[in-house]
């Protein structure tokens, strides 16, 4: 028996294997076609809005859709809580310092209470320690810039030169004013050093409140009694009393600082202390109605 030639059979292998590989190719294109096919359909059908278009989906809803309990509507209460009212208070600001009617109206609904300015360290606003620097204010509005400063050196002027014959043995009154003049700036130089030296400094030395306090007693006779003795007691910057001396160290010192410029026949120690006298003196009679017309 006589056999095909060998190139004759590998020629026949060779289309078999090509017609195998076309056929698997067009296998798996038309499976490709039909995939995709399908995914286009289930996105239609998805984008439509008609459940029973979409079957499927409708039951994978379903399925998915959690288990949530639904109460009927008039089982439940929609009614808001109730808020508490907060109790009204009383207007603790007195509408009398207002002339406008509507703020007074305005001031007297709130409820905010006007506050209160606490004492410091326990003690009574008026006797609050002065500093040094309120210590020097308290002088210099004391010794130029109140009146009564300059009539209390007019007056010492004038009564100095009326009742003062040393200079004038045979009582001429020619130069009066002019000597009255004369004294009335020589009294206004002592008023000053008197000031300076009692209400700022000694009184910052030895810490004293230099300021006259009242007493708020009741009878005149004791009112009386506390301006007097006001000139040899006072308060210390922390509070208690203590020896006036400020104020009496202060007056000797300026009296004596006087016989700068005074005249030489009144630079004798007596001249001095009689200065000295007459102008504690004048400050009883200023605490006496500082105690019943004023404060400090």
């Known amino acids: 028996m006589k056999f095909p030639s060998l190139s004759i059979t590998k020629t026949l292998i060779t289309l078999l294997l090509v017609l195998s590989f076309l056929a698997v190719a067009a296998s798996s294109t038309q499976a490709f076609d039909n995939g995709e096919n399908k995914t286009e359909d289930k996105i239609n059908t998805a984008n439509s809005t008609d459940p029973s278009e979409n079957?499927?989906?409708?039951v994978a809803v379903e399925k998915k859709a959690?288990?949530?309990?639904?109460a009927p509507l008039k089982e439940i209460n929609f009614e808001e809580p109730e808020t508490p009212v907060p109790a009204k208070t009383q207007p603790t600001v007195n509408s009398g310092h207002f002339t406008n009617v509507g703020f007074s109206r305005m001031?007297?609904?709130?409820?905010?209470?006007?506050p209160k300015v606490p004492p410091a360290n326990g003690q009574p606003l008026n006797k609050i320690p002065m500093t040094v620097g309120e210590k020097?204010?308290?002088?210099f509005k004391g010794a130029f810039l109140s009146p009564g400063t300059y009539g209390q050196a007019i007056f010492s002027g004038v009564r100095g030169e009326t009742f003062d014959k040393d200079h004038d043995p045979e009582g001429v009154k020619g130069n009066f004013f002019a000597d009255a003049g004369t004294r009335?700036?020589?009294?206004?130089?002592?008023?000053t050093s008197a000031k300076f030296f009692e209400r700022f400094f000694y009184?910052?030395?030895?810490?004293?409140?230099p300021r006259y306090h009242r007493s708020g007693k009741k009878g005149v006779g004791a009112k009386i009694g506390y301006a007097i003795t006001r000139v040899f007691v006072t308060e210390g910057d922390k509070?208690?009393?203590?020896?006036?001396?400020?104020y009496l160290g202060g007056g000797v010192s300026a009296a004596f600082m006087s016989r700068l410029w005074e005249r030489e026949e009144r630079k004798s120690?007596?001249?001095?202390?009689?200065?000295?006298?007459?102008?504690?003196?004048?400050t009883m009679f200023s605490n006496i109605l500082k105690e019943f017309l004023s404060g400090q």
Do not use: C, E
């Open 55 to 58: 079957p499927v989906d409708k």
């Open 66 to 70: 959690p288990n949530i309990l639904y």
């Open 107 to 114: 001031v007297m609904n709130s409820a905010i209470p006007m």
């Open 136 to 139: 020097f204010g308290y002088f």
């Open 184 to 191: 009335t700036a020589r009294s206004l130089a002592f008023g």
């Open 203 to 209: 009184a910052s030395i030895f810490r004293q409140d």
């Open 239 to 246: 509070g208690g009393s203590q020896f006036n001396i400020s």
């Open 269 to 282: 120690t007596s001249k001095v202390l009689n200065k000295w006298g007459t102008h504690i003196g004048l």
